[in-house]
């Protein structure tokens, strides 16, 4: 089974600048998530969709950030403008549905690596 | 509020000698409770899961993990490191005891030398 999806790679911008990073889940997932991993720290959740659907985004700095979910299917996570701090790895991760409607276990991505100069 | 503290942010072993990462948690309820790894360049990966089930949870490449509630400590153990166990290690707790809005520690970097 192909993995979690994610580019690009890497990424340098400067502050002020917008970025969007692009994710493919594995085929079949309704669940996709966002974390942002700042250097030396665990990886925060973002935003969470069920299908096309946002589940939870209380953690999205939504002056900033904003994501879609077109599909249900791939997402795009956008930041415009960026700022120094957000440079971080940012992951994307996604699961199926399992048992009495639960999400499994996640199955992340290789992440996007940002630096913001 | 629901938390986890990584009690180590390195630890450095001899390959073939005992792992210790410690996890302390904070939880108003019973909590689930996870072991990620995280190998350089790589995705995130379970290790394994605790969800009020036994308190002795096995999870993939020989590591386990206990439970303890009177500590609050869910500390991730293996009895022999390999090389391969090199990685930066995450305990996670979860408020709504899926695998929603997961709360990761701060990570633990465990280096194993030959």
């Known amino acids: 089974e192909a993995g979690v999806a994610q580019s690009p790679r890497y990424k340098i911008i400067e502050k002020r600048q917008s970025v969007a990073f692009w994710c493919n889940p594995i085929s079949g997932h309704a669940t996709l998530y966002w974390y942002q991993q700042i250097l030396g720290q665990g990886p925060k959740l973002l935003i969470q969709f069920q299908n096309n659907g946002v589940v939870d985004d209380s953690q999205l700095p939504k002056d900033r950030f904003s994501a879609e979910r077109l599909k249900g299917v791939d997402s795009t996570l956008k930041i415009q403008p960026a700022k120094l701090e957000d440079s971080a790895v940012y992951l994307c991760?996604?699961?199926?549905?399992?048992?009495?409607?639960?999400?499994?276990?996640?199955?992340f991505g290789n992440g996007t690596r940002l630096t913001v100069t | 509020a629901q938390s986890v503290t990584q009690l180590d942010s390195h630890v450095s072993v001899s390959e073939g000698t005992p792992v210790l990462l410690r996890c302390n948690y904070s939880s108003s309820y019973s909590p689930s409770l996870f072991w990620y790894v995280q190998h350089p360049n790589k995705g995130l990966q379970l290790l394994l899961k605790y969800t009020s089930a036994a308190t002795l949870v096995k999870g993939i490449n020989g590591f386990e993990a206990e439970f303890k509630k009177s500590e609050t400590s869910f500390h991730l153990t293996k009895p022999s490191a390999h090389m391969s166990d090199a990685a930066e290690y995450f305990c996670?707790?979860?408020?709504?005891?899926?695998?929603?809005?997961?709360?990761f520690g701060a990570g633990t970097r465990l280096a194993v030398h030959p």
């Open positions: 996670v707790v979860s408020p709504s005891g899926g695998y929603n809005k997961l709360i």
């Open positions: 991760a996604s699961s199926p549905i399992g048992n009495r409607g639960r999400n499994s276990p996640l199955h």
